[in-house]
């Protein structure tokens, strides 16, 4: 089995954290690979939202009742750009 497979199929959903700030240089990287995922015909039709404070992220929460928005220290939000989709850019 590929090391890939391996890691495929050890992914797991982290639902709890650890109450500790994550460097700017790991985020960064974090979002640069999620900007390399491969996607249709190899353009991004979302943009990335970073939210640190947590008086946005209790905000979210109330939208999304969902604990993990409040207790993570970063919270990434991916949002669907429509326009960027359009124009194909």
């Given amino acids: ?16 954290f650890k ?14 690979a999620a900007q390399m995922a491969s996607s ?6 979302y ?5 640190r404070s947590q008086e946005k992220k209790d905000a979210l929460y ?8 409040r207790q993570s220290a970063v919270f990434l939000l991916f949002v669907g750009d429509l326009n960027r989709a359009e124009k194909g850019a």
């Fill in 1 to 16: 089995m590929t090391e890939t497979i391996k890691l495929m199929k050890a992914h797991t959903s982290v639902r709890r």
């Fill in 19 to 32: 109450e500790q700030e994550i460097p700017q240089v790991d985020l960064n990287e974090i979002l640069t």
């Fill in 40 to 45: 249709w015909k190899n353009f991004q039709s």
């Fill in 47 to 51: 943009s990335v939202i970073v939210v």
């Fill in 62 to 69: 109330e939208l999304v009742p969902q604990e993990a928005i």
